[in-house]
């Protein structure tokens, strides 16, 4: 299984940028699929997550700023983040829990991590 995202970028502080990530392979079933962010020195935290069949999650810091949307068929989700502060700066990762048609056991995907940075 693979998670391919992108959108990462350098924006100014109150500008907007869109993350999109897509998950490939042999996937069974998907619990969630979601963004979550690090900065150095710090634990990854969740940022938004959309479980199947269910309403999204935000942090609490982004809420109101950013959406998050899923492509169920497609297995797609997409971070929409407007109003982008400078503490939003961190490399954000695309993170799904799932399960293959290789065993069917659920654990979490990551994808490889994008940047944004935000100037004030």
């Known amino acids: 299984v693979q998670l391919q995202a992108s959108g990462g970028g350098l924006v100014q502080s109150g500008g907007s940028l869109r993350l999109s990530c897509a998950a490939s392979?042999?996937?069974?079933?998907?619990?969630?699929m979601g963004w979550y962010r690090q900065t150095p020195g710090k634990e990854r935290e969740l940022v938004a997550t959309?479980?199947?069949?269910?309403?999204?999650k935000y942090a609490d810091s982004v809420k109101g700023r950013f959406t998050i949307s899923r492509d169920h068929a497609k297995n797609t989700v997409d971070l929409q983040m407007s109003s982008l502060k400078p503490e939003d700066t961190a490399v954000y990762y695309c993170?799904?829990?799932?399960?293959?048609?290789?065993?069917?056991?659920?654990?979490?995907?990551w994808g490889k991590g994008t940047l944004v940075t935000v100037s004030s």
């Open positions: 392979g042999p996937i069974f079933s998907i619990d969630f």
């Open positions: 959309v479980p199947s069949g269910g309403t999204p």
């Open positions: 993170g799904s829990q799932l399960a293959t048609t290789v065993d069917y056991y659920k654990m979490m995907y």
